[in-house]
T-cell receptor
Framework: KNEVEQSPQNLTAQEGEFITINCSYSVGISALHWLQQHPGGGIVSLFMLSSGKKKHGRLIATINIQEKHSSLHITASHPRDSAVYICAAYSGGGADGLTFGKGTHLIIQP | EAGVTQFPSHSVIEKGQTVTLRCDPISGHDNLYWYRRVMGKEIKFLLHFVKESKQDESGMPNNRFLAERTGGTYSTLKVQPAELEDSGVYFC????????????????????FGPGTRLTVL
């Protein structure tokens, strides 16, 4: 069974700061999702990656398969980036669903 | 293209009652997943359909939960009878290709999530 750990659990930063959220998992995976959930809202998939790095606008996600670790970075953070960021990995043992981290609650203050 | 939709968005019921949640996946997506988040905990996998067949239901908590996907289109998740600990947000997701099929080819398909149904059992 895969264990997915995220850090930090809560993060408050000032607008413009560079943000890093970390995710580690215990079992080798085929892919990892980074998801975003706004207060009262649904879940949006930001990235799915299985190696290297992906970039979309101000968001960058990296993964190191050997170290079982992924990071989500936000450059030039903005108050609208305030949300819960969740990493999720495909479980080991043949299960088909995602195993989710507890999420990182990010608040960007103006 | 319409995304994954879920109905209702909120449901408040009393303990012992029955509730049915519905998920409409993206058209053409054979794979449909149910997840839930209970208060203070991480989101957990419930089950996975490939078309109308249950591929993996290892996450279903007990036999009070029944999921169906007749005709391989929309899916329903029925909770009968509901208990207090069933309160939470139930998410549905869909994808085009299943993860197991693609693992050998080194590719895994993105899951697209619905907005969730918030269930409150009083």
């Amino acid at each position: 069974k895969n264990e997915v750990e995220q850090s930090p659990q809560n993060l408050t930063a000032q607008e413009g700061e560079f943000i890093t959220i970390n995710c580690s998992y215990s079992v080798g995976i085929s892919a990892l999702h980074w998801l975003q959930q706004h207060p009262g809202g649904g879940i949006v998939s930001l990235f799915m990656l299985s190696s290297g790095k992906k970039k979309h606008g101000r968001l960058i996600a990296t993964i190191n398969i050997q170290e079982k670790h992924s990071s989500l970075h936000i450059t030039a953070s903005h108050p609208r980036d305030s949300a819960v960021y969740i990493c999720a990995a495909y479980s080991g043992g043949g299960a088909d669903g995602l195993t989710f981290g507890k999420g990182t609650h990010l608040i960007i203050q103006p | 293209e319409a995304g994954v939709t879920q109905f209702p968005s909120h449901s408040v019921i009393e303990k012992g009652q029955t509730v049915t949640l519905r998920c409409d996946p993206i058209s053409g997506h054979d794979n449909l997943y149910w997840y839930r988040r209970v208060m203070g905990k991480e989101i957990k996998f419930l089950l996975h359909f490939v078309k109308e067949s249950k591929q993996d239901e290892s996450g279903m908590p007990n036999n009070r939960f029944l999921a169906e996907r007749t005709g391989g289109t929309y899916s329903t998740l029925k909770v009968q009878p509901a208990e207090l600990e069933d309160s939470g947000v139930y998410f549905c997701a869909s994808s085009q290709d299943p993860p197991q099929l693609l693992r050998g080819r080194g590719r895994t398909d993105t899951q697209y999530f619905g907005p969730g149904t918030r269930l409150t059992v009083l």
